[in-house]
């Protein structure tokens, strides 16, 4: 099993950036497929990113070019840089683990997942 646990959430202005972090604990993130999630009120939740185990990336297309996943693993820590910030990013981000697959963009195969953090973007 692993431990996940976000943090770096919180205020910016459209336009800004920030940066999230998921510190792993009990098993390396290496072994897994990890990923960001993020959801608002009232909505389900909505595909970010995932690292493969391989360590390749891909982003849905609401942030491509704008989002970069990445992952420390002497941290055993996976980050969320978050740069041009729109209103529309605001949502509270998860991080997730799936110890099966090398890579997935499926919220059902991810087994293990972080308590969230806010992310609030004013224009």
């Known amino acids: 099993q692993v431990q996940l646990v976000e943090s770096g959430g919180g205020m910016a202005q459209a336009g800004g950036s920030l940066k999230l972090s998921c510190a792993a604990s009990g098993r390396t993130i290496s072994a897994y497929a990890m990923a960001w999630f993020r959801q608002t009120p009232g909505k389900e939740r909505e595909f970010v990113g995932h690292i493969s185990r391989g360590g390749a990336t891909y982003y849905a297309d609401s942030v491509k070019g704008r989002f970069i996943i990445s992952r420390d693993s002497a941290k055993n820590t996976l980050y969320l840089q978050m740069n041009n910030l729109k209103p529309e990013d605001t949502a509270v981000y998860y991080c997730?683990?799936?110890?099966?697959?090398?890579?997935?963009?499926?919220?059902?195969?991810?087994?293990?997942w972080g308590q969230g953090t806010q992310v609030t973007v004013s224009s």
């Open positions: 997730a683990g799936d110890p099966q697959n090398s890579y997935s963009s499926k919220e059902m195969d991810y087994n293990y």
